[in-house]
């Protein structure tokens, strides 16, 4: 499974930007189904979006389309997620994940990374 690590977190005011980043350990990056998912206090982990290997097809959940972007260069084994327009529902966890299938199941990604905190003030 291929490590992951998540960047880019942190506070910002509600209708701000972040950009979330997530460095893979692997080569074999470009072979992977990527995604982001979140999670915020006593919720559970839900799906935000997903991009195939080639990076042309994403799928965005309701909530976020039309708001974030999510892209990826397989040359620096990176996937991003731009967040514009922050609203404070978009606080939580914010998770990457590496899998073999074009899903917005959790159970369909294998490999996660170990979050980074995303919080929008009001």
């Known amino acids: 499974q291929v490590q992951l690590v998540e960047s880019g977190g942190g506070l910002v005011q509600a209708g701000g930007s972040l950009r979330l980043s997530c460095a893979a350990s692997?080569?074999?990056?470009?072979?992977?189904?990527m995604a982001w998912f979140r999670q915020a206090p006593g919720k559970e982990r839900d799906f935000v979006a997903a991009i195939k290997w080639s990076g042309t097809v994403t799928y965005y959940s309701n909530s976020v389309k039309g708001r974030f972007t999510i892209s990826r260069d397989n040359a620096k084994n990176t996937m991003y997620l731009q967040m514009n327009s922050l609203k404070p529902e978009d606080t939580a966890v914010y998770y990457c994940a590496g899998g073999t299938r074009y899903s917005v199941k959790r159970e369909d990604f294998g490999s996660w990374g170990q979050g980074t905190q995303v919080t929008v003030s009001s």
């Open positions: 692997e080569r074999t990056f470009n072979n992977y189904v």
